[in-house]
């Protein structure tokens, strides 16, 4: 069992950045990807939006085309810790961001990924 916590959503205005963490306690000794995702309002757990994510050694990142260029994911070196940091935030930013720990990062499906955090809310004012 791995249990994940999200940290660092808030209220943002247009144009802004945002840095959200991703804590990771437990079964860390696997190997996990870690990836972030994001459920807007309105929108169904199914429909969860891939955001970014990241191997277990760092080596490999994957990135949504809608964040390309303005989002970088990293993780520490103990394993224990996932960032992710956006900028130039919009409106269509606004969801609830959740971080996940699964066995691939080159899956962008929210259906590969193991375990999830309660996310963290962010809100864009335009």
């Known amino acids: 069992q791995v249990q994940l916590g999200e940290s660092g959503g808030g209220l943002v205005q247009t144009g802004g950045s945002l840095r959200l963490s991703c804590s990771t306690t437990?079964?860390?000794?696997?190997?996990?990807?870690m990836g972030w995702f994001r459920q807007a309002p309105g929108k169904e757990r199914e429909e969860r939006e891939f955001?970014?994510?990241?191997?277990?050694?760092?080596?490999?990142?994957y990135y949504a085309d809608s964040v390309k260029g303005r989002a970088t994911i990293s993780r520490d070196r103990y394993k224990t810790t996932v960032t992710l940091e956006m900028n130039s935030l919009n409106p269509e930013d606004t969801a609830v961001y959740y971080c996940?720990?699964?066995?691939?990062?080159?899956?962008?499906?929210?259906?590969?990924?193991?375990?999830w955090g309660q996310g963290t809310q962010v809100t864009v004012s335009s």
């Open positions: 996940a720990a699964g066995t691939w990062a080159y899956n962008t499906s929210s259906r590969a990924y193991e375990y």
């Open positions: 437990g079964r860390t000794d696997r190997y996990y990807a």
């Open positions: 955001v970014a994510s990241i191997s277990w050694n760092g080596a490999s990142k």
